[in-house]
């Protein structure tokens, strides 16, 4: 390389998935080669399901027209801005002003980031749930923030202990994220806890920043920090497409806020696109009319395969909670986990254990070492908690984001191990 790195770019790795990814490219290469099937993968949350038709047929529509193809606002189309408002509305009970107090994004994932960049100085502080999804963190290290863990329990229903809070050292922290229901563990939220979030933002002068992709999924009742009266003055709030709407490809999120957030926001957004292609966002307009037949349709097959990845769980010897939200289901693995008595590397004939991980797993948080024994053994990846935090460590997770069939196959092939 012929000049040195930025600083900043030593305080983060590339990416957990993308990194496992590329070692499951390698064991499905050796695998092919015996003739064995490719690794399954219960790892990412990324929804196998169609988006809706309406969406798919304003996109060809839309991207035939000479003149969509050009540069775009980049406060995105009056129509989207409208739509997003009505959808909350509709399924929040939140009044937005589609001119100020919204902000369409290239997928909530760039919120992350343009909120650290347009709040947090160098050295700033910043609440990190965790668990929690990894990006807080990168995002804050990247901005030159300094990280305040805090932790989320099982004992406490993964949610926030306030009285810890409180006798914790909060001078210079500027941003807390929260993300309901929760990424990993699929805890829902409640008004009473967004209503102690937004108390707790008010009387420290702190930022709350809920990251809110998951409230459709196998959850009935869609709640937002931005209901609690007053939450405004001290929150904003993420929203996506992807994981509502089987358009996690598409890239299609938004932030909302008070004026003067959402202003800040756009100043570092400007600089860095030059707007959303408009067939996807008049597609965006078509995706958010969609009527609560779509989320039903939608939860009644996530309901089968919660059920199915539990059955997973029953095999392996994790506990979980049967009705937790979102697209994952978290489970809690012990010492005396039947998969760790299993001698060798457990793989098939003509499979050498390509990671040299299973003979090796001292410092190995108890998820991993579970982790580790299905993928190498069994052909199945199942996320390791330990990615999220300390406090999921002892913790495996499975994504949803795989059909019925899939989910028989891989209970079948980790049974067979055992």
Known sequence: MIIRPADRTASVKEYYFSRKLKEIDRMNAERKSSGIASVINLGIGAPDGMP???????????ARQPGNHAYQSYVGIPQLRQAFADWYARYYGVTLD???EIQPLVGSKEGILLISLAFLNKGDKVLVPDPGYPTYSSASK???AEMVPYDL???NGWQPDFEALERMDLSGVKIMWTNYPNMPTGASASMELYGKLVDFGRRHGILVCNDNPYSFILNDNPLSILAVPGAKECCVELNSLSKAHNMSGWRIGMVAGE????SEILKVKSQMDSGMFKPLQLAAVAALSMG???FSDLNAEYRRRRELAGAIFDIVGAEYDKNSAGMFLWGRVREDNPLLACSGDGQPDGISDVSGQLSGDEGKSLGERVSDRILYGAGVFITPGFIFGKNGRDYIRISLCANCDVLRRSARQIREIL
């Open 153 to 155: 329990k099982e004992g």
């Open 98 to 100: 589609p001119a100020c």
């Open 292 to 294: 609560p037949e779509w």
């Open 259 to 262: 004026k003067e957030v959402i």
């Open 142 to 144: 990247l901005a030159e």
């Open 52 to 62: 809706p038709m309406p969406a798919i047929d304003a996109l060809v529509e839309s």
